[in-house]
């Protein structure tokens, strides 16, 4: 079975400050990755995804992640963080093999303060 | 290009009565997945059906919830005798292919309270 952790139900962060939000994944599979954002009373949009290939993934805003085997990590990170980026953010993993079924972390939310 | 079309947005039903959530996929895809987020929760998985098929049913309770995705029309997910632990927001997904490494596009939700 498959599961994500996300550390930090809620992470607070200064206008330009780094943000790093992590994220730990549990698969017997090799896992398919993604975080994706949900702004208030949204859908969930995605963000960026690591299926194969090169292990550091650029997305959309500026955001980037860096999938780690060794440590079994998906971790986002944005340099400069700007006050849009307030939101929740959830990990998720999916088997590489097989039907899709996304298996997502409880979510972080991410506070930007001026 | 319509993205993933849920409705209705917010349903208010009394416990015992019937709820029923309907999701439009995204034009050109045919899978389509259901997943329920309780508040200050994930999204977790409920189901994943094709155009008249379920192919993964895993995450829906035993009782009072079926989903169907008929040839025509859109998916429905419907929950019988709604309880007040049914009150949470239920998103719909859609993607073309259901292999893992495709997106899943995700509808606004419906937000389901139950009195």
């Known amino acids: 079975a498959q599961s994500v952790t996300q550390l930090g139900s809620h992470v607070s962060v200064s206008e330009g400050a780094l943000v790093l939000l992590r994220c730990n994944y549990s698969?017997?599979?090799?896992?398919?990755l993604f975080w994706y954002v949900q702004y208030p009373n949204q859908g969930l949009q995605l963000l960026l995804k690591?299926?194969?290939?090169?292990?550091l993934v650029k997305g959309i805003n500026g955001f980037e992640a860096e999938f780690k085997k060794s440590e079994t990590s998906f971790h986002l990170t944005k340099p400069s963080a700007h006050m849009s980026d307030a939101a929740e953010y959830f990990c998720?993993?999916?088997?590489?093999?097989?039907?899709?079924?996304?298996?997502f972390g409880t979510g972080t939310r991410l506070l930007v303060s001026p | 290009n319509a993205g993933v079309m849920q409705n209705p947005r917010h349903l208010v039903r009394r416990r015992g009565q019937e709820a029923r959530l309907r999701c439009s996929p995204m034009?050109?895809?045919?899978?389509v997945y259901w997943y329920r987020q309780l508040p200050e929760e994930g999204l977790k998985f409920m189901v994943y059906?094709?155009?008249?098929?379920?192919?993964?049913e895993s995450g829906m309770p035993k009782e009072r919830f079926s989903a169907e995705f008929p040839k025509e029309g859109p998916s429905i997910l419907r929950i019988q005798q709604v309880v007040r632990g049914d009150s949470a927001a239920y998103f719909c997904?859609?993607?073309?292919?259901?292999?893992?490494?495709?997106?899943?596009?995700f509808g606004p939700g419906t937000r389901l309270t139950v009195l």
């Open positions: 034009k050109g895809h045919s899978h």
């Open positions: 059906l094709q155009k008249e098929n379920i192919i993964d």
């Open positions: 690591y299926t194969t290939g090169a292990t």
């Open positions: 998720a993993v999916s088997e590489s093999t097989g039907f899709q079924k996304l298996v």
């Open positions: 698969s017997s599979v090799p896992p398919y």
């Open positions: 997904a859609s993607s073309q292919v259901g292999q893992g490494k495709n997106e899943q596009f």
